[in-house]
């Protein structure tokens, strides 16, 4: 299956910014997060650039809502789900 | 008295005289500056019902304790008076050259009443304080009087103006400063047009005094290096508070056509990338490492400083998807003296307004000249502007068949660029600003967003408006100091008892400022409620009417909205957790506890207490 990825802010340097994943049946939210860490090269584990992935420091929405209202890093993933990876936002 | 200069300005416009006047220490001591001073002045000397473009009015320019050392981010005022959008407190805060130069100049504040037989300027020049004739300058708009007065005056010196918008009386009219600083929402230009008072320019050269100047500077010095090293300080550096315009529109929180829609198709020609490849060079206030105002060519050829609120306002909310051409309106708005927020709001009301046929204008969603003559017309208050210039809910009011529906404001001040159809918590933070609809205050929506509880009501958000309200409103606003480096960067707020301590010599702690906060958040809701004694009730509080009965329209959150009861309880947490009643107004025991206890004897006077 695929899902599409958008990530934003101080992420775009370090993931890219729009991603097509392709993805087997059943994954989550945690094992794309870490797909995506190995393939931007990310040593640091539970890290994306400067954002611990778990515990609110990345806003992570699949769909538009926020993964701390699903099952978090265990949210499953379906098919055309979209991801967004949002750090916290400068501008107020 | 260290630390402070312990002398303000007395300006009396209508004989043309100034006077000094060395304060109290309980000035000071309770209210530190700023805001606080700001708030204070008023409570004391302003008589409840004053009609806010009267001579009787009083104006108030005010640093406090960090200004103008060489500290981060310590180049700002605060602008303040009774305000004649909302009728109630109203105040903002810009960066410019004029704090440093006040407080060089031997003051703290400046304090003008009455009104100039002819427009007339303030010149302070170290001891030396006058009121000069400015008809010469009437009429002109705000860069090329500062241009002109810099020209008579010196380069170093700061001056605070008023364009076109000011002199006309418009209520979303600020003061401006160094071509696109702005700051007073709530109509402070249109008070200082109401004084015939065109410009504040000040020239001062003296060395600051403080408890321990070394070890300030030594401080200040450390403070600008964290700054400089903090992770994100690269990013901030090339989008400043663009950066979140592409953040808002995938939050479904970017204001677009009026705030009905959340989702704007055009938003990538007008986001922080597209700026970041049109950027010429930045500018920033004094004593600042972070500088965050980007300059960029407009679709007219002239440079124009751009913003998060500018570009939202007078962009997606009035459906302008070019940036350059965004850039042409906010450039107009900065010359004319226009609140760029407002004046977003209102085009877009108009707009809206027209399109359902309620009047009868020649602009349309994104129509770039229709809004440039607009503008103009607010500002000379000619025409329909002449009505729209009152604000959106004054002109609402008189335009009738149902525009209140779709003005956007709370107590009369537009609201900034977020659109809160599913921010239950940056609602409240609206509703509870101590100025009518402003984010300056509780800007709680990232955290709102990000820790993902947005259709939530819970009390826990009330905490949180409070805590932002007590850092932003209150600590920052009256110690005067630019609360970027803290929430853009996180640079650490334990800096901040250290510099006041080291400044002032008295000791504090970030509790101690948090009560501070508490105590000019209750004083100003104390003159809130003096003014308008017993037509006030818990519904001022209240978010615009659209969030509640007009789902957005598109996008992830199309078919959003907010809950009226569930509003109505997170506003009762806040009451609760602030020690204020039902009605939203202190109690006698919250006022005492504040330290406020002479102040609510008066308050009695015109509502009961419980
Ligand atoms: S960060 Fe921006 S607003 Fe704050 S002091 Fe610096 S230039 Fe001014």
Same mark, same amino acid.
């Given at each position: 299956?695929?899902?599409?990825?958008?990530?934003?802010?101080?992420?775009?340097?370090?993931?890219?910014?729009?991603?097509?994943?392709?993805?087997?049946?059943?994954?989550?939210?945690?094992?794309?997060?870490?797909?995506?860490?190995?393939?931007?090269?990310?040593?640091?584990?539970?890290?994306?650039?400067?954002?611990?992935?778990?515990?609110?420091?990345?806003?992570?929405?699949?769909?538009?809502?926020?993964?701390?209202?699903?099952?978090?890093?265990?949210?499953?993933?379906?098919?055309?789900?979209?991801?967004?990876?949002?750090?916290?936002?400068?501008?107020? | 008295?260290?630390?402070?200069?312990?002398?303000?300005?007395?300006?009396?416009?209508?004989?043309?005289?100034?006077?000094?006047?060395?304060?109290?220490?309980?000035?000071?001591?309770?209210?530190?500056?700023?805001?606080?001073?700001?708030?204070?002045?008023?409570?004391?000397?302003?008589?409840?019902?004053?009609?806010?473009?009267?001579?009787?009015?009083?104006?108030?320019?005010?640093?406090?304790?960090?200004? =103008?050392?060489?500290?981060?981010?310590?180049?700002?005022?605060?602008?303040?008076?009774?305000?004649?959008?909302?009728?109630?407190?109203?105040?903002?805060?810009?960066?410019?050259?004029?704090?440093?130069?006040?407080?060089?100049?031997?003051?703290?504040?400046?304090?003008?009443?009455?009104?100039? @037989?002819?427009?007339?300027?303030?010149?302070?020049?170290? =001891?030396?304080?006058?009121?000069?004739?400015?008809?010469?300058?009437?009429?002109?708009?705000?860069?090329?009087? @500062?241009? @002109?007065?810099?020209?008579?005056?010196?380069?170093?010196?700061?001056?605070?103006?008023?364009?076109?918008?000011?002199?006309?009386?418009?209520?979303?009219?600020?003061?401006?400063?160094?071509?696109?600083?702005?700051?007073?929402?709530?109509?402070?230009?249109?008070?200082?047009?109401?004084?015939?008072?065109?410009?504040?320019?000040?020239?001062?050269?003296?060395?600051?005094?403080?408890?321990?100047?070394?070890?300030?500077?030594?401080?200040?010095?450390?403070?600008?290096?964290?700054?400089?090293? !903090?992770?994100?300080?690269?990013?901030?550096?090339?989008?400043?508070?663009?950066?979140?315009?592409?953040?808002?529109?995938?939050?479904?929180?970017?204001?677009?056509?009026?705030?009905?829609?959340?989702?704007?198709?055009?938003?990538?020609?007008?986001?922080?990338?597209?700026?970041?490849?049109?950027?010429?060079?930045?500018?920033?206030?004094?004593?600042?490492?972070?500088?965050?105002?980007?300059?960029?060519?407009?679709?007219?050829?002239?440079?124009?400083?751009?913003?998060?609120?500018?570009?939202?306002?007078?962009?997606?909310?009035?459906?302008?998807?070019?940036?350059?051409?965004?850039?042409?309106?906010?450039?107009?708005?900065?010359?004319?003296?226009?609140?760029?927020?407002? #004046?977003?709001?209102?085009?877009?009301?108009?707009?809206?307004?027209?399109?359902?046929?309620?009047?009868?204008?020649?602009?349309?969603?994104?129509?770039?000249?229709?809004?440039?003559?607009?503008?103009?017309?607010?500002?000379?208050?000619?025409?329909?502007?002449?009505?729209?210039?009152?604000?959106?809910? #004054?002109?609402?009011?008189?335009?009738?068949?149902?525009?209140?529906?779709?003005?956007?404001?709370?107590?009369?001040?537009?609201?900034?660029?977020?659109?809160?159809?599913?921010?239950?918590?940056?609602?409240?933070?609206?509703?509870?600003?101590?100025?009518?609809?402003?984010?300056?205050?509780?800007?709680?929506?990232?955290?709102?967003?990000?820790?993902?509880?947005?259709?939530?009501?819970?009390?826990?958000?009330?905490?949180?408006?409070?805590?932002?309200?007590?850092?932003?409103?209150?600590?920052?606003?009256?110690?005067?100091?630019?609360?970027?480096?803290?929430?853009?960067?996180?640079?650490?707020?334990?800096?901040?008892?250290?510099?006041?301590?080291?400044?002032?010599?008295?000791?504090?702690?970030?509790?101690?400022?948090?009560?501070?906060?508490?105590?000019?958040?209750?004083?100003?809701?104390?003159?809130?409620?003096?003014?308008?004694?017993?037509?006030?009730?818990?519904?001022?509080?209240?978010?615009?009417?659209?969030?509640?009965?007009?789902?957005?329209?598109?996008?992830?959150?199309?078919?959003?909205?907010?809950?009226?009861?569930?509003?109505?309880?997170?506003?009762?947490?806040?009451?609760?957790?602030?020690?204020?009643?039902?009605?939203?107004?202190?109690?006698?025991?919250?006022? !005492?506890?504040?330290?406020?206890?002479?102040?609510?004897?008066?308050?009695?006077?015109?509502?009961?207490?419980?």
């Amino acid at each position: 299956m695929k899902v599409r990825v958008r990530v934003f802010g101080d992420l775009v340097p370090v993931l890219g910014r729009n991603h097509i994943v392709d993805l087997e049946d059943g994954e989550t939210v945690g094992s794309l997060t870490n797909r995506m860490a190995g393939k931007a090269g990310l040593k640091r584990r539970g890290y994306l650039g400067n954002y611990r992935v778990s515990g609110g420091d990345l806003a992570i929405l699949v769909n538009g809502r926020n993964i701390d209202l699903l099952e978090g890093l265990e949210t499953s993933l379906q098919d055309g789900d979209e991801i967004v990876l949002m750090p916290p936002a400068a501008g107020g | 008295m260290k630390g402070w200069n312990g002398r303000l300005l007395r300006v009396d416009m209508s004989k043309g005289k100034t006077a000094v006047q060395e304060y109290h220490e309980d000035l000071a001591r309770r209210f530190v500056g700023g805001r606080g001073f700001a708030v204070k002045l008023l409570w004391d000397e302003l008589k409840p019902g004053t009609d806010p473009l009267s001579p009787e009015n009083i104006l108030v320019f005010a640093t406090g304790p960090l200004t =103008g050392h060489r500290l981060p981010n310590s180049g700002k005022m605060v602008v303040a008076a009774k305000s004649p959008l909302t009728g109630g407190y109203g105040d903002g805060n810009l960066g410019t050259m004029a704090s440093p130069n006040l407080r060089k100049a031997g003051l703290d504040a400046i304090v003008v009443t009455g009104k100039a @037989e002819k427009p007339s300027y303030i010149h302070i020049e170290d =001891g030396k304080h006058e009121v000069l004739d400015a008809s010469d300058l009437w009429g002109l708009d705000s860069f090329k009087v @500062e241009a @002109e007065l810099k020209e008579r005056h010196g380069r170093a010196s700061g001056a605070l103006l008023i364009g076109p918008a000011g002199e006309n009386l418009c209520r979303v009219s600020t003061v401006v400063s160094q071509e696109g600083r702005a700051g007073g929402r709530p109509g402070m230009g249109a008070v200082m047009g109401s004084k015939n008072l065109k410009a504040v320019v000040v020239r001062g050269t003296k060395g600051l005094l403080a408890h321990d100047l070394d070890e300030l500077n030594r401080l200040g010095k450390l403070g600008y290096d964290i700054i400089l090293k !903090k992770d994100n300080y690269g990013w901030w550096k090339r989008q400043g508070t663009m950066a979140i315009l592409v953040w808002c529109l995938e939050a479904g929180t970017l204001p677009t056509h009026n705030f009905r829609e959340g989702v704007f198709d055009e938003a990538a020609a007008i986001d922080g990338n597209t700026m970041e490849e049109m950027t010429i060079k930045q500018r920033g206030c004094p004593n600042c490492n972070m500088i965050c105002g980007n300059i960029v060519v407009n679709s007219e050829g002239l440079e124009s400083e751009l913003d998060y609120e500018n570009v939202a306002m007078l962009g997606s909310n009035i459906g302008v998807g070019d940036l350059k051409q965004v850039a042409t309106l906010n450039r107009m708005c900065d010359e004319l003296g226009l609140d760029t927020i407002g #004046a977003g709001s209102v085009v877009g009301f108009a707009m809206e307004a027209t399109e359902k046929g309620l009047i009868d204008l020649d602009i349309g969603w994104g129509d770039l000249e229709g809004s440039k003559k607009l503008l103009e017309d607010l500002a000379y208050m000619r025409g329909m502007g002449a009505t729209l210039g009152l604000g959106t809910k #004054a002109a609402a009011k008189k335009i009738g068949g149902g525009a209140s529906d779709f003005a956007i404001h709370v107590k009369g001040l537009e609201c900034s660029a977020y659109d809160c159809h599913l921010c239950p918590g940056m609602a409240l933070s609206f509703g509870t600003s101590p100025i009518g609809a402003h984010h300056k205050d509780a800007w709680v929506i990232s955290w709102e967003i990000t820790t993902g509880r947005r259709e939530f009501y819970d009390p826990e958000k009330a905490d949180k408006v409070i805590e932002f309200q007590r850092i932003r409103g209150g600590m920052f606003e009256s110690l005067v100091a630019c609360r970027f480096p803290w929430i853009e960067l996180g640079f650490e707020l334990e800096h901040y008892p250290k510099y006041f301590e080291t400044a002032t010599g008295i000791k504090t702690s970030l509790d101690e400022l948090w009560a501070l906060g508490d105590r000019i958040y209750a004083l100003i809701r104390a003159f809130w409620v003096r003014e308008f004694g017993g037509n006030w009730y818990r519904y001022v509080d209240y978010p615009p009417k659209r969030w509640f009965d007009e789902p957005l329209t598109q996008g992830v959150l199309k078919g959003k909205h907010l809950d009226r009861e569930g509003y109505d309880g997170l506003l009762q947490a806040y009451y609760d957790k602030r020690g204020w009643d039902d009605r939203g107004i202190p109690t006698k025991a919250t006022l !005492k506890r504040l330290n406020l206890s002479k102040e609510a004897v008066e308050l009695e006077k015109f509502v009961e207490l419980s």
